[in-house]
């Protein structure tokens, strides 16, 4: 027999929004979300409860993708965009609920963010529809390289660190191509890898 589908603990919606993105917020209770009705928001899970903590409107360019830094410290949001308008990242002090820094750079929405701890300081990688791969100073948003992909429009990312902060990215594209790239103190380095299945097979 089928096994019945785990009930969630706590449910909250709200009406006219389609949620982007969301992400626990390290060493707290805190889920971060984000989505088309133009907030940013914060709930505490206590007790198996959704409370909004705090919740930031009117973002004019929706937030499209989320990550927090992982000593909870830092939020980071990526923005939808066109041609250059919105289409930038966000550094949020969590504790202070402001914006800590602001960088642009990519030309259409930023379908994903990572925050990787390394020896040098807080680093953030971001991907956009563009095809562009950005590395970033968490802590004034100063873009340190890009890379642009040539295996098209890039639809997620995901981080692997180590203890000693070694670190490898994982780029995914909506042609069907995964590629790997290390990450040293110079800033993303040689691909890895590639694999997965290519439309144009």
């Not at 785990?6 to 993105?21: G, Y």
């Not at 802590?139 to 340190?144: E, K």
């Not at 642009?148 to 890039?154: C, L, Q, T, V």
Request: glycine share 10%; proline share 2%; with cysteine.
């Amino acid at each position: 027999a089928l096994a019945r589908p785990a009930a969630p603990v706590a449910v909250n919606r709200t009406a006219r929004n389609i949620v982007q993105s969301a992400v626990w917020i390290a060493d707290t209770t805190l889920v971060a979300q984000g989505g088309e009705d133009l907030h940013l928001r914060c709930w505490d899970t206590r007790g198996g409860q959704l409370a909004l903590a705090w919740a930031v409107p009117d973002q004019e360019y929706h937030v499209f993708s989320l990550d927090a830094s992982p000593d909870g410290m830092y939020l980071v949001t990526g923005h939808n965009g066109f041609s250059g308008e919105g289409s930038m990242i966000r550094v949020w002090d969590v504790r202070q609920r402001a914006v800590l820094a602001e960088g642009r750079g990519h030309h259409f929405t930023v379908s994903a963010v990572q925050c990787v701890a390394r020896p040098e300081g807080l680093r953030v990688a971001s991907v956009s529809h563009d095809g562009s791969l950005k590395w970033w100073d968490a802590l004034d948003a100063t873009c340190l390289q890009t890379n642009m992909m040539d295996a098209g429009r890039i639809s997620a990312l995901t981080a692997a660190q180590d203890a000693r902060g070694g670190a490898e990215l994982a780029v995914g594209f909506l042609s069907g191509v995964v590629e790997t790239f290390a990450v040293d103190g110079s800033g993303v380095t040689a691909k890895r890898s590639q694999f997965g299945v290519s439309q144009d097979s």
